[in-house]
């Protein structure tokens, strides 16, 4: 006569109208169930056919529910298996997959690949059909308040004449009115950390500071820098930013947790390289935008390539040794948010 074989299992018990867990041991024998706690019978005899085992990943506790709604959990998981094996009930599908070492790679290999895939393409396309979905007044909001901001502490009124200012005004005004967009010009003296600068508000103000207005010989080539900003309000690249830095963000912490601590910054590093990339992409299409307009006004694309190689030498013969680095040479060039001039020249010639 062979002798019964007797489980016990201690973990918590959880009753079908309480969350409360309840110190607790699960004792098998004879195929069917008890949980016992002290001297209190708290659910059973049950037959151990008509429970349902949680499957089982790596080291995590198992969950044995009842047909009442009721739960024991438990860290027993070597016990538990020995009794879905003399049942002749088989693993679940995760910890099969989670065992083989093969599976687990092909696993890793199809999340890096699909996590890249999904920040490189899915975020700035689901960006970009978001932000043209959204009314025009969506970006104006953005921009709200941030030539306030800047005004506050890198820019200044402007020093440029009232008669140089308003003849840069009429020289600007067919351009943008072929734009067909709401373009607001303000010209500003920029503190040395912008220097010869411009730049596009997604409300569609365009900043042209002193700096950049005295570094230009002709009037075509503050046209073309005229022509890239319009390109980056006509693509909404401000709000398409916006969006793309709330997803990156938001996945950034979903994936490494706590991003204040150090371990989480390091981590975030690639999602801060990949932003830098969208801003490059950004600059291109802006470039594109720019050629096709100076094109039609009959401006030579090229005006906008020699504005860039001035600002180019420009920084080049700063006083700030940091900001004098070559910027065509190792990896500060990544780090830009900008492409380098070269490749930029190299576009704008083959237009």
Known sequence: MNATVVYELAGSYFGGTSSRPVPAKLVVADDRLRVIAGDDLLAGPLPLAEIV?????????????FADGASFETAGNATVDRLLAGQGRRHGLVHRLESSLRYVLVGLLVTIA??????RYGIPALAEATAF????AASRQIGEGVLELLDDDLLFPSELTAEEQARLRQRFVPMIAASGLPIRLEFRKAARELGANAFAL???TVVFTDQLVKLAEHDEELLGVLAHEIGHIDRRHGLRQVLQS?????????????VSSVSSLIAAIPAILTQLGYSRDFE?????????LMANHRIDAAQLGTMLMRL????????????????????????????????????????
Do not use: I
């Open 53 to 65: 085992v949680s499957s089982r990943l790596g080291n995590t506790p198992r969950m044995l529910r």
């Open 114 to 119: 699909f996590v890249w895939g999904g920040v």
């Open 133 to 136: 979905a959204l009314p025009e």
């Open 202 to 204: 997604p409300s569609g």
């Open 246 to 258: 709330s997803a990156l963000g938001l996945l950034t912490m979903t994936v490494t947790g706590d």
């Open 284 to 292: 291109y299409e802006a470039d594109d935008f720019a050629a096709e």
């Open 312 to 351: 180019e030498d420009a920084l080049r013969k700063c006083p700030e040794v940091e900001r004098c680095a070559d910027p065509e040479r190792g990896w500060t060039t990544y780090l830009s948010t900008h492409p380098p001039t070269t490749e930029r020249l190299q576009r704008l010639t083959k237009r």
